[in-house]
């Protein structure tokens, strides 16, 4: 079942008085369970495009489609909710509050969908124990290593009852900040969590490892996908 799907795709940026096309009508769709890696260099329009996906930037023309929601460019104020809904985000820094502990982190991302209370924080340990992280629930980000670290941001991303469980995690450089040994073990739990909830997972990377856990493999270079 595809529960992201983008359509010929397209945006640009004013510059002055130039106009500076990033992209150039690319598609892409993801079905649940799916591990799909996006390459290209810098400035080739990945990030631009995961933006888009995740509802932060809206397309110049194209179409959207996030578990069963069309994304309307004219209605940027409905981005919020789609993103609360349906996406969790995973990104190369980590972005954890210092003063809270590994379960505060999440059940913050959780109260902030409208899950509270003695649910929220029981959901937040069932994930944080997904990944590995039972022993460190109330340890601060200052005292986790930057494995351990990016296990808490998965554990955000994923978390969610069944009806309010995230249908796309998007992943921007998730091993970026992590040595060889410690980016190998999440990228392997991200899938293994991806298969097991049943979540479409798009990571973009420079990391040619995550093409060891990917089930396809798609580049992108100067704002089109390559063949």
Known sequence: MIVLEA??????F???????SVLN???????RGEVVALEGPSGSGKTTFLSILGCILTPTSGQVTIDGAHVDPRR?????EIRKRSIGFVFQQF????ALTALENVEYALNIKGQR???ARAEAQRSLEAVGLGDR??????????????RVAIARALAGTTAGAPAVVLA???????????????????????????????????????????????????GRIAA
Do not use: C, W, Y
């Not at 972005?95 to 210092?98: I, K, V, Y």
């Open 7 to 12: 359509t010929d795709i397209t945006k640009t």
């Open 14 to 20: 004013r510059e002055g008085r130039e106009t500076v």
């Open 25 to 31: 009508g690319v598609s892409l769709s993801v079905e």
């Open 76 to 80: 940027p104020d409905r981005l919020p």
């Open 95 to 98: 972005n954890l509050f210092p």
């Open 117 to 119: 209370g003695r649910a």
């Open 137 to 150: 629930l109330r340890s601060l980000p200052r005292d986790l290593s930057g494995g351990q670290k990016q």
């Open 172 to 222: 921007d450089e998730p091993t970026a900040n992590l040595d060889s040994h410690s980016g190998g073990q999440v990228l392997e739990m991200f899938r293994d969590l991806a298969k097991r909830e049943n979540r479409a997972l798009l990571i973009v990377t420079h990391d040619p490892k995550v093409r060891t856990i990917a089930d396809r493999v798609i580049s992108i270079r100067d």
